[in-house]
């Protein structure tokens, strides 16, 4: 079964500091992706990255980066230095091709980031 | 420019009303999604198709159905028979395959009085 963890339901941070947010997956696929989207309060998901299997070096873009562990099933992502234009829920998300759930977007439950200034 | 257009921003319908969210995409995107989001329930999956004239039922589907007799449309219909249909409608689009990441549109708020 396929199935994504996001256990932080909400984070409150103050403006510059830095935080992570934590995503775990489940598949018994050897093949997937990973993916993180950002939802700002206007209601539209944003990507932000996507990560195959095969793939497990970190990432840094600007102030986000990410790190993929396959050892431990996570994905993590971390915002430097926050500001509060980056207040929204973030959510992590696995895909399968596999079978019958070809194209499938498996979503964990988000995680609402508040940043405060 | 290409994008997901969703319609109506929000949507009210009474006890026992059908209504239909409306999804045009013109990405030539050859998947189409819906997603229903609660408070604190992440995005699940209502039905996704792969292609034209083709559809499955995702894990909700109960109380909706959809067509696509377009490539670039994908709307849904919100049936009576779906008990507790207030929510946020999410239409996404990707190319299909591949692990390509899909996009979303600005969403449908619906709210039953």
């Known amino acids: 079964a396929q199935k994504v963890t996001q256990a932080q339901t909400e984070i409150s941070v103050v403006e510059k500091e830095d935080v992570t947010l934590d995503c775990v997956y489940e598949t018994r696929d050897t093949t997937y992706y990973l993916f993180w989207y950002k939802q700002p309060p206007s209601g539209e998901l944003v990507f932000l990255i996507r990560?195959?299997?095969?793939?497990?070096q970190n990432e840094i873009s600007g102030r986000y980066s990410w790190n993929f562990q396959k050892s431990t099933s996570s994905f993590n992502f971390t915002i430097t230095a926050s500001q509060v234009v980056d207040s929204a829920v973030y959510f992590c998300a696995l895909y399968s091709d596999r079978g019958s759930t070809l194209g499938r977007l498996y979503f964990g439950r988000g995680t609402q980031l508040t940043v405060w200034p | 420019d290409g994008g997901i257009t969703q319609s109506p921003k929000y949507l009210f319908r009474k006890e026992g009303q059908n209504v239909t969210l409306s999804c045009e995409q013109n990405?030539?995107?050859?998947?189409m999604y819906w997603y229903r989001q609660d408070p604190g329930q992440g995005l699940r999956l209502i039905y996704y198709s792969q292609i034209v004239n083709d559809f499955q039922k995702g894990d909700i589907a109960e109380g909706y159905s959809v067509s696509r007799e377009k490539k670039e449309s994908f709307p849904l219909t919100v049936t009576s028979a779906q008990k507790n249909p207030t929510a946020f409608y999410l239409c996404a689009s990707s190319m299909g395959g591949g692990g390509t990441e899909a996009f979303f549109g600005q969403g449908t708020r619906l709210t039953v009085v």
């Open positions: 990405l030539n995107h050859d998947a």
């Open positions: 990560r195959n299997s095969f793939d497990e």
